[in-house]
C-alpha cells in the first residue's frame, strides 16, 4: 500500500504541532527514510526549533538522527496498530544518530504536557 506523501506529511504536521505546542526544547532535525517495494521510497524530515515543528518533504542538510523503515511500518505506525518502540524492538524501524539528544528531547516534551 502506497501512502500519498502529501496526505503523510499534513497529518504528521498536524500530529506534531498538537504534541509540540508551546514546548521550547532543543533544536532537532530527525530524518526519515521510508522504504517501499513499488518505488523508490521517500525521505522528509522533522525540524524542532524555538518551540515548534515542521516536517517537510526531502533531505535535510542537517540531520541529527535518522529513522529508516519500510512503508508497511509506517503506515502500521501512523495508523496507531504499531508503535514505535515495538517497531524498534522487533527489528521494523532502525535508528542512527545521537539518541541520547533524542530521549533528552523526548523527556522535555513529556515534562511540558504533564
Not at 502500521?76 to 524492538?89: H, K, M, P, V, W
Amino acid at each position: 500500500m502506497e501512502i500519498p506523501q502529501r496526505e503523510w506529511i499534513a497529518s504528521l504536521n498536524e500530529k506534531i504541532s498538537t504534541l509540540i505546542s508551546g514546548v521550547v526544547t532543543d533544536p532537532l532535525v530527525i530524518q526519515y527514510e521510508v522504504m517501499s517495494n513499488s518505488s523508490e521510497g521517500y525521505v522528509y524530515h522533522l525540524t524542532l526549533l524555538d518551540g515548534a515543528a515542521s516536517i517537510q518533504e526531502g533531505k535535510s542538510e542537517q540531520v541529527d538522527i535518522t529513522f529508516s523503515l519500510e512503508e508497511t511500518t509506517a503506515s502500521q505506525i501512523q495508523a496507531g496498530s504499531l508503535n514505535t518502540e515495538e517497531a524498534f524492538l522487533k527489528g521494523l524501524l532502525t535508528i542512527d544518530g545521537d539518541v541520547k539528544h533524542l530521549l533528552d528531547i523526548h523527556h522535555q516534551i513529556e515534562s511540558s504536557n504533564i
